[in-house]
């Protein structure tokens, strides 16, 4: 339809045929859709609006199925993964999940999917295509119909890898001896209280050993030859003892020229058979040599290891070092 000034009127016709013959009449009712296109054409700027904040979004956006299926996926989070999108959408979220993290993940799911909550987050691992593992904070929310029934979850996925190496290093930083690389003497006490605690909590029968040690001639060495070759004795004598330990076995500088080792579920013929053959390696690969005391923890032992272990280290100091003594 055309207004009298000649602008065009979007309308709706419906017309009805009324009466026969001479009789008929048509009956036209027209409605006018002007309001009816400005909803549209708003509705559709609105939807526009949405894909381009979707698409440019900087954190990863997926649409989400109820079977965990990426149903659609922003640019962010074909970055991140490193899939392209037609790939992304061929798979679920359980497939990029590591495995340690994905129970979490399906409990929070779950629970969203019963409405025991309205949203989640969690820190999680997923797969990059190339193998690699990536660190992500991922946000879950669900959409539901009008009756309230669930229909898709919504993702925000941010790549926060940079932040957890971030916090490795600062853990690492506080807990590690800068020089040798070994733990220092913080988390050897942490360490040894956690072990005594379990000890006395559940009385274990097994035993375990505790050696303190002591580099012999460092303040010789540090004095005829310079602290740089002082420092380069400790990381020897410490790499020297670091590759006879078990992965289990606390190793830690505790001090200038002290060094403690707790060894879990060690005998006291298997630790004297250690420290005898770790005295025999310091001496063969390092300037210097070692003293090394030490003490059982055990059912009826589970009180001043380290003070035992020190008075042994320094009753084969008195002897003239390079030895071992108890326990």
Known sequence: MFRKDGSQIPAEFSVNAVGSGA???FHVFIRDLTKLSEVRASRSGTEATFEAVFDNAPI???????????HKVNQALCRITGYPEHELTQLTFQDLTYPDDLDTDLHEAARLLRGETTSYQMD????AKDGHIIWIRLSGSMVRDTDGQP??????????SARKRDEHLLRRQATRDPLTGVFNRTRFDEELTRHLALARRHEYDDEAALFMIDLDGLKRVNDQVGHSAGDDYLKSVAETIRRRLRLSDIFARIGGDEFAVLLPHTSAPQAQKLARTLVEMVQTNSVGSISIGISMIGPS???????RADKAMYLVKKKGGCGVQGP
Do not use: C, N, P, W
Not at 60 to 70: H, N, P, Q
């Open 23 to 25: 009789e008929l009449t």
């Open 151 to 160: 229909l898709t979850f919504i993702a925000h996925i941010e790549d926060i």
């Open 60 to 70: 990863g956006i997926a649409v989400v199925g109820l079977d965990g299926t990426f």
């Open 124 to 127: 999680k691992r997923y797969y």
């Open 301 to 307: 032992q589970l009180d001043g290891a380290l003070e």
